[in-house]
């Protein structure tokens, strides 16, 4: 083992290099899924013709459920001299960009609901691509940049860290000139996707692919590749749990504005410091419990902590005490630590495990085929709101215009089920599906061993065929 080479470590200018794409991406993606769902509600009118998200929504998981594992077995099969990773996301940034800013120039439901409809699919599944593309390889880098699970978690934290800080830029940019005027939030929406695109091209410059796993791996086919993926049970369980999380993730991040301006009739910044102050304290705590706990039982313990959260929300919610909500939106928020932080991780061990068997590092792969299995939960997050506000009569507002108050009680009702009650339970769902993943303890171990031998031997391989 004395002659086996070490993992590689990063510093942490290291860390917040590797972190200034997450960054940029959160910037752009905050956005999308806090403001798209109120924008089409609400500001376009569509509550009133929920039959176009609905099938705005077919067609963006029927597209999108297919270019997930297209990109992802491209680039693990990619011999290109500059990499398999890095360029993907280098290029694809400004195409990102450029769609993210196309989707807020959308016509109103009074151009006819055919422009709308045609709008939206066009512009959110082209932005989808662009964005899969990018942080599928972005997410396919992190396992191979090193094998070491620390350093791994430390690129994660740093990570997740300025990506809940985009967040909640995400948050505050569209808020501050949301109901001003259209053309005040059309120029941040411009600003967010050149300053977001701009930020991920950074980091691959930073950043260099370790050539082995590109010039001596022999990549398998593509339905070899789909074989193997799909008997992974490591891959499964974690998919169907990941399901869970970006389902939640989705919902949430979609329902604040809802919260802000029905339930608490307060600014939705009070809102951010509830949720992402606990979330980003959490992030600095996860090393510690995986020290204590190991990665998969801290992830089941923060799963059940953030789904009772929000159980006790849904019943709190309606009550004179809106200091309650706060707290168990803190509660609730600091159990979102556990799929922030640690899915990737999981991926990575998915990842390794996957190697020793096939002899191949196809990251890219697995992220793709998870983005095609979960890829409906973010859709679904659309769907239920849209949905339940629909049955319930709720009454939009156009942007630029305060909220339509008070709401019947049953939009009320409606706006509590998606806030809290149903990704409460999702969750809890999450946390014991996990129960099924089985890298953990000695067998984990004994993965971290095995791997580093066998890179050791590609390395060697890598040299022998240069020479």
Not at 193 to 211: D, H, S
Not at 240 to 262: C, T
Not at 306 to 326: A, D, K, P, R, V
Not at 401 to 426: D, K, M, T
């Amino acid at each position: 083992m004395e002659n086996i080479q070490e993992a590689p470590k990063f510093s942490t200018k290291m860390r917040l290099n590797w972190a200034m794409a997450s960054f940029g991406g959160a910037l752009i993606s905050g956005i999308y899924a806090a403001l798209l769902p109120i924008f089409y509600i609400d500001y376009l009118g569509l509550v009133e013709n929920a039959a176009v998200i609905y099938w705005v929504q077919i067609i963006y998981v029927l597209v999108n459920a297919f270019n997930d594992p297209i990109f992802g077995i491209m680039s693990d099969r990619s011999k290109a001299k500059k990499g398999r990773r890095i360029p993907f996301m280098r290029y694809t940034a400004p195409f990102l960009a450029l769609t993210f800013i196309l989707i807020w120039f959308s016509p109103d439901s009074s151009s006819g609901e055919w422009i709308v409809f045609l709008w939206m699919v066009i512009t959110t599944c082209l932005y989808d691509t662009a964005y899969t593309i990018i942080f599928l390889v972005y997410s396919a880098l992190l396992p191979e940049v090193t094998e070491n699970e620390q350093e791994r978690t430390g690129l994660q934290v740093y990570a997740s860290f300025l990506s809940l800080i985009g967040m909640v830029l995400g948050f505050i940019i569209p808020d501050m000139f949301r109901n001003q005027s259209r053309f005040l939030l059309l120029m941040s929406m411009i600003g967010v996707g050149i300053v977001g695109a701009a930020l991920i091209m950074y980091t691959t410059y930073k950043f260099k692919e370790r050539p082995e796993f590109t010039k001596v791996d022999k990549p398998l086919g593509f339905f070899d590749a789909l074989k193997f993926t799909f008997k992974n049970r490591s891959f499964l369980s974690l998919v169907a749990a990941n399901f869970m999380g970006i389902l939640i993730q989705s919902l949430i991040l979609g329902s604040l504005f809802y919260l802000a301006d029905y339930i608490l009739q307060e600014s939705t910044l009070t809102l951010l410091i509830f949720v992402f102050l606990p979330l980003i304290i959490g992030i600095w705590i996860t090393p510690k419990l995986i020290k204590k706990w190991g990665v998969v039982r801290s992830d089941q313990i923060l799963l059940l902590i953030g789904g009772t959260g929000l159980i006790l929300l849904f019943f709190i919610i309606g009550l004179e005490s809106n200091i309650m909500i706060y707290i168990f939106l803190a509660i609730a928020g600091f159990g979102f630590v556990g799929p922030l932080i640690f899915t990737n991780v999981m991926f990575a061990q998915v990842a390794d495990e996957d190697e020793l068997k096939t002899g191949v590092r196809r990251e890219a792969a697995f992220f793709g085929i998870n983005a095609l299995l979960t890829k409906p939960a973010q859709s679904l997050a659309i769907v239920i709101p849209t949905m339940l506000l629909d049955l319930s009569n709720f009454i939009p507002h156009a942007l630029g215009q305060p909220p339509v108050l008070p709401q019947p009680a049953e939009a009320i009702f409606a706006i509590r089920l998606f806030i809290s009650l149903i990704p409460g339970i999702a969750l809890i769902l999450a946390a014991f599906i996990l129960q099924l993943y089985p890298i953990k303890g000695n067998y984990w171990d004994k993965i971290q061993k095995d791997i580093l031998i066998l890179h050791d031997q590609k390395h060697k391989k890598l040299k022998e065929l240069e020479r």
